[in-house]
């Protein structure tokens, strides 16, 4: 079963979206789209939720979301894991960080990886033209 539309139709109910849905649609897309898109109650199409950055992948024809979900984790554990977790705990942190201290987060963060096992490997591996073996360290 594939879903080509996705909205908030509840206006048209006689109700608001429950579940958080005015609060996230609007710190995701901005006051203007989540008026929108909440007061017309209108579905978008799934290229329009990706133009709007309502989701991040569309799946193509025959392409589960699933079988997305996998490829896309498969990307994401080629990279190093210290590094993963540390980009992790900084992007998370952000939203409730004045900008200096963010900043300041995120320079701790990069410099506790810089003498990691991983990093060296990094390196090596590009110096060496391979795909770099990360073991976590």
Avoid: M
């Amino acid at each position: 079963h594939s879903v080509t539309k996705i909205g908030l139709p509840e206006t048209k109910l006689g109700i608001i979206p429950g579940a958080g849905g005015t609060q996230r649609l609007t710190r995701l897309l901005g006051l203007s789209k989540a008026k929108n898109l909440i007061f017309t109650g209108r579905s978008l199409t799934a290229e329009e939720a990706l133009e709007y950055g309502l989701v991040d992948y569309v799946s193509g024809q025959g392409v589960s979301a699933a079988d997305r979900a996998v490829e896309l984790a498969r990307e994401i554990s080629a990279n190093a894991p210290l590094a993963l977790r540390a980009a992790k705990q900084a992007i998370s942190r952000a939203p409730e960080l004045e900008l200096e201290a963010g900043l300041d987060f995120e320079r701790a963060s990069y410099e506790g990886l810089l003498h990691s096992t991983d990093r060296v490997e990094a390196l090596n591996a590009f110096k060496e033209k391979r795909a770099p073996v990360f073991k976590g360290e």
